[in-house]
Structures are given as C-alpha cells and as structure tokens.
C-alpha cells in the first residue's frame, strides 16, 4: 500500500478540490489518503463529503514536521508519499512512484510547473527537473520507502521551517538513492501572487543559503514571515 500525507492549515478551498481528485485517480489503487490537520486548524475540511479513502487526523502540535511525522505513525502504506495541500499531482504519478520506488531508488521527487503561465515562473519551474541547489523542497513531493524514513530519522520536529531540505540534507548524507521524476504536478503561484517575482527568489535564495550555513529554523521562520506576505499559513 501507498500511504498519501497531506499536512494542512486552513486548507479547506484547496483540499476541497485536491481530495476528490486524488480519490478518482487512486480509485484502483492501494491507495490511502491521510489528512493530518494542525493543532490550530479552524476550518471545516474534515467535513468535505464524499470521501472514501481519505482519513483525517488533528494532530496536537503545529508545524508540519510534527503533522507529517504523525500522519507517517498511523499509516499502513510501505511507502509514503509527502504532498502539499496546495499542490497537484499528475494523474499516472502514483504508477511513477511504485515504478521508481521498485527498482533501484528508495526516494524521489517531482518536476513542477506552476498554475499560472508565466515566461519568468516558467524558467523557475524548469529547474525543478533537475538535480541541483533548490532540489528537496516540499513542493516537490518527497516519496520514499517506509523503512528508510525511519532509519533516516523521520523529520526533526526541532526544524520549525524548510523541513524538507533538512530531510533531504540526510538522505544526501547516507547515500540514498533518488530519483527526479520528470511529469509535471502543478503548484499553486499564490506567493509570487502577493509578492514580486524578484522579491520572491531573492528571499527563497537567502533562505536557502541561511539555512545551508545552520541559521537556527525558528530565525529563519520569523525571517520568512517579514520578508515576504504570505497568503496561506500552512508553510
């Protein structure tokens, strides 16, 4: 079995489309969907009908390390897929996932494009094909086997932003074998949205360099929220 974790924060537009989709192009799959909501969540997404494989969880902290990771302890799948509530992904990605997860790689990642059409969001979103500087975030969906995120550690709770990277920094460390799965999910453009395309790659540069050099998480956090305007409160 395949186990889908979805972290969520008042994500209830998004997972209102997200959730039935995932559930019609899983429908012959083993496939389970876990939502793992915030302790601070205040819509009503668990209330979104017409759901059969989907499962929701309140998780009593914050943070989505803290929901991933919890999500993880309740799962059934040997394989668990890391996916952002925001984030869509192609219809034949589950087949990519157990297709690269049987062969020689225990992890991976996807390519992405973004839901708005842009030359300049285009050229960002080329990157993420690539093995290279920004590789690991999580909008591009971290799959791995079970039995190697627990031997990795699972996520550090301790790491109050840019998780994934931290994740991804380890499996560097341990050799582990990934691959850059080449068919598009599509991400959400709501952050370039509210802030300029330059304003948007300046700080995601800064970040990243920051957190590379061991800035503490929770200065990198508080720094993420004064550079830039965030329309969400999920990341």
Do not use: W
């Amino acid at each position: 079995m395949t186990s889908i974790i979805i972290p969520s924060h008042n994500e209830e537009k998004n997972l209102t489309y997200l959730l039935p989709y995932l559930e019609q192009i899983t429908k012959t799959k083993q496939v389970e969907i876990i939502v793992v909501l915030s302790a601070g969540n205040k819509d009503h997404s668990n209330q979104i009908p017409f759901l059969e494989k989907t499962i929701f969880l309140k998780c009593p902290k914050n943070g989505r390390a803290d929901q991933m990771n919890y999500g993880v302890s309740t799962s059934k799948g040997n394989k668990l897929v890391f996916l952002h509530a925001d984030v869509k992904p192609p219809v034949d990605f589950i087949d990519n996932i157990q297709d690269t997860l049987n062969s020689d790689f225990d992890a991976g990642f996807f390519s992405y494009k973004f839901d708005k059409e842009s030359f300049l969001l285009n050229i960002n979103a080329s990157f993420t094909a690539k093995d290279g500087f920004f590789t690991g975030g999580g909008d591009q969906c971290l799959f791995i086997n079970k039995d190697v995120f627990f031997a990795l550690g699972k996520f550090d709770e301790q790491q109050v932003i840019m998780e994934d990277f931290e994740f991804f920094q380890r499996m560097k460390k341990n050799n582990i074998p990934y691959k850059i799965i080449k068919n598009d999910l599509v991400v959400s453009a709501r952050k370039y949205e509210s802030n300029s395309y330059l304003k948007v790659n300046v700080c995601n540069l800064l970040l990243v360099l920051l957190f590379k050099s061991g800035y503490p998480s929770k200065k990198l956090k508080g720094l993420h929220y004064k550079l830039l305007k965030v329309p969400y409160t999920s990341k």
